[in-house]
């Protein structure tokens, strides 16, 4: 591999590594308050042997679909990996719906998410859309909001597109972390509807005294309902609450990886998804290499996908696409000479 490519690699190796940690550390706090968790455990600090839950399971699927299809991917090549590697009861209600309208019901994969209930399932597998869009935080937005059409329409996709352009400017070379949080916003469009929840949530961090008073904060006044729950859950599968979230604990760690992921999933609520988003985010800004090796070594040794291997295929997708936007800025160049 060039030295030119070696960053950018462990950005894209750290990006799907940090997500599967945040997700498996996130596991056991899932569906918890945090103070049930700092009940239960006082503080989860240890990365279990876990393969990841339902959010890696369908990040590595969009991984799948995005280099089958050389680095661009659609609803349509989505779906065709659901096809082959998908079992639906182990998904959420709004994947499982979108499976059976494409796969019985016969609708477009690109019309499967309208009318789909909100949930965390765009957002949470989204990342790697991000990683090929290094550099170009409104490309990752756009083509976010592409795919995610399998799964919802408007606010889901919106949520996804706020991450996806957050790990394309964290996945950048000498970027910081308040450029990351901007890009998380900067490319919704006007009118979106996950924008202010954005704004509000990382300034609720920027006036809370550290991590514990912004949680504290949060829960007080932000947490979103969600009815019919069992009496010994405490969660929101709502990216309002999620996306904000990950990307407050983010800023509030200084983008440091190890303070965003602990702070991610002792947070409770839905902890594996917010430890997704958090992870994948400060994985690409602060790269594989500044992971501590037993935390990968523990989601490595169990998961069924070699991350090193994933993040080098996704920097070859990013690749080709640098060299299709050479030739074709050439042929501009010699048609205008």
Excluded at 50 to 74: E, N, Q, V
Excluded at 181 to 208: D, F, N, V
Excluded at 298 to 308: G, I, L, M, N, Y
Aim: one cysteine or more; hydrophobic letters at 40%; proline letters at 6%.
């Amino acid at each position: 591999m060039p030295a030119s490519l070696t960053g950018l690699y462990d950005r894209f190796y750290g990006c799907l590594v940090g997500g599967l940690i945040g997700d498996a550390m996130g596991a056991k706090a899932e569906d918890l308050s945090y103070q049930e968790i700092e009940r239960q455990y006082g503080k989860i600090v240890d990365v279990p042997e876990h393969p990841g839950t339902d959010d890696s399971r369908l990040k590595h699927m969009l991984c799948k679909a995005i280099i089958r299809s050389g680095g661009y991917p659609g609803p349509e090549e989505f779906a065709e990996v659901w096809r082959e590697d998908m079992t639906p009861a182990n998904f959420y209600y709004p994947v499982a719906n979108a499976y059976y309208k494409v796969f019985v019901q016969g609708v477009p994969p690109r019309q499967a998410g309208r009318g789909n209930m909100i949930s965390n399932s765009s957002a949470m597998c989204i990342a790697p859309i991000g990683l090929i869009n290094a550099g170009h935080p409104r490309g990752a937005a756009r083509e976010a909001l592409h795919v995610t059409q399998l799964i919802h329409d408007g606010l889901g996709q919106e949520a996804a597109a706020a991450v996806a352009a957050a790990v394309a400017r964290a996945a950048t070379p000498g970027t910081t972390v308040d450029a990351v949080i901007e890009a998380s916003w900067s490319y919704l469009g006007r009118g979106s509807e996950i924008e202010p929840y954005l704004r509000e949530t990382l300034e609720m961090a920027r006036r809370a005294a550290g991590y514990e008073a912004f949680r504290s904060a949060f829960y007080a006044t932000r947490l979103q309902p969600w009815p019919g729950l069992r009496p010994d859950q405490n969660t929101a599968i709502d990216p309002r609450e999620t996306v904000p979230v990950a990307l407050a604990i983010f800023a509030l760690s200084g983008g440091d990886f190890e303070s965003t992921v602990v702070g991610c999933v002792n947070f409770g609520r839905d902890a594996d998804t917010i430890g997704t988003i958090g992870g994948a985010i400060a994985g690409a800004f602060c790269g594989g290499s500044r992971i501590r090796p037993e935390w990968r070594g523990a989601v490595e040794k169990v998961t069924p996908v070699d991350q090193r291997k994933l993040a080098d295929e996704l920097l070859g997708a990013l690749q080709r696409r640098h060299e299709e936007l050479r030739a074709m800025l050439a042929v501009v160049g010699r048609a205008s000479a």
